[in-house]
């Protein structure tokens, strides 16, 4: 079955940068709009940034914008969520999965912190 797996998360001070990336098995997703996704403690899981199946279109969540960047190799089945100047409310569990997500294909997340 498609399995999605979320890595490169962590703890960075705020003002930091890290790079996650999605790797999608059982089937390819070049043809599908990908998406980021995240769930803060004791928050329900938001959108973030999705990408559309060229990489030509993509979209931000107003709080991430001028600072994420979404990106995808279709060659490669992976999506990329760079995070440039992170701030401690960028704090959670971040999922990939398309865009709009399916319900079944969340994984579980890689954890990011951001200490202040």
């Known amino acids: 079955q498609v399995q999605l797996v979320e890595s490169g998360g962590g703890l960075v001070q705020a003002g930091g940068s890290l790079t996650l990336s999605c790797a999608a098995s059982g089937r390819t997703f070049s043809s599908y709009a990908m998406g980021w996704f995240r769930q803060a403690p004791g928050k329900e899981r938001e959108f973030v940034a999705t990408?559309?199946?060229?990489?030509?279109?993509?979209y931000y969540t107003d709080s991430v914008k001028g600072r994420f960047t979404i990106s995808r190799n279709n060659a490669k089945n992976t999506v990329f969520l760079q995070m440039n100047s992170l701030k401690p409310e960028d704090t959670g569990v971040y999922y990939c999965n398309t865009s709009p997500p399916r319900s079944h294909y969340w994984g579980q997340g890689t954890q990011v912190t951001v200490a202040s």
């Open positions: 990408i559309s199946w060229a990489g030509a279109n993509t």
